[in-house]
């Protein structure tokens, strides 16, 4: 079984020692290197620490720990030990798989060992990891940099009326850090659509008075969780997400007079004023989603048929020249190169 340790507690951080001590020892052995820092750990040493604990129980007793440190979406393996008794037995990719499944929204998760530990590099390997670099860490002693990024899923769920009361209250949240800079703020996308299956993202547009201000906030952006990507591929634009692998928002900032703000505005008219057309992308969405449940990429370039019409049948809708009622095209920001919306 395996469970969250509290290892500022002096019997966790004991047991904690118990089993990465003959672990590392083993491990010296094997790379031929005993000054391994860890092996001079104590039990204080543990509980001073700002990682984040995990172990694996066999009959209550402790046989396996990972550690990690989290800053963002950016997570990092401090440590993955097994008692030897419990060696070939899958209790470090159990370990390892448990950090991955419980951060789920990490963007990169990074590992570091010792290139003459085979078992761990098999380890990293077959859970997805891929090797980044080998640097020198003593004389004789060179490491494994390993990266995982992790795919993001696919999923279209069911409308949901939250999703309105989310945006009220993250756009609060947004005035308090944009303050006077900001015109008005906007509810887009799918999750702006009554009754539109969608990805639970909630997309927002913000008109500012100066595009070229939006920078300054970047830290109190990333105070309440946001990551800024700058113009993402939209020239006059400042897009931010927030959630990393598990995107909660997208928020997309543009100055007053931007051509992109009525083309946005308007698409998500049209399909308000049209459920017909709305249940159409509706169905395309989740039969995509179904098709590529782990690649957003390809789901988007499922719809690139839709991002052609879209344009000119929402313009000749409010033109009135033309009640366009198929053939409607949704932009999608999940391709960070289109500038487009959650739809």
Known sequence: MIESLQHKKDNTARE????????????AELIGFDGIPALQEKTKDIQASHEQFAGYRKDGKLIGVISYEKNMHHLTICRLVVHPGGFRKGIGRALLQFVIDQNK???????????????????????????AETVEAAEGLLLS????????KVEVVPYNEKWAELFSEEKERLKLVFGPEIIAVHHIGSTSIPNMAAKPIIDILIEVRRIEAVSQYDTQM?????????????????YFQKGGNKRTHHL????????AIERHLLLRDYLRAHPAIAN????????????HPDSINQYIQGKDDWIKAAEENAKRWKEGGNNADRNVVCYNSENDGNGGLTL
Not at 108 to 128: D, F, H, R, W
Not at 222 to 238: D, L, S, V
Not at 252 to 259: D, L, Q, S, V
């Open 16 to 27: 904690i020692i118990a089993v990465q001590q003959p672990a590392y020892i083993k491990e």
């Open 105 to 131: 929204d990490a963007e990169k998760i990074e590992v570091v060992t010792a290139e003459k530990n085979t078992p761990a590099m098999s380890l990293y390997t077959q859970a997805g990891f891929q090797k």
């Open 145 to 152: 940099v390993f990266y995982l990024y992790p795919k993001r």
């Open 222 to 238: 990333k105070a309440i969780g946001y990551t800024p990507k700058g113009e993402n591929g939209a020239a006059g634009r400042r």
């Open 252 to 259: 997309h900032m543009y100055e007053k007079g931007n051509p």
């Open 280 to 291: 159409e992308y509706v169905n395309l969405k989740k039969r995509l989603a179904a098709q």
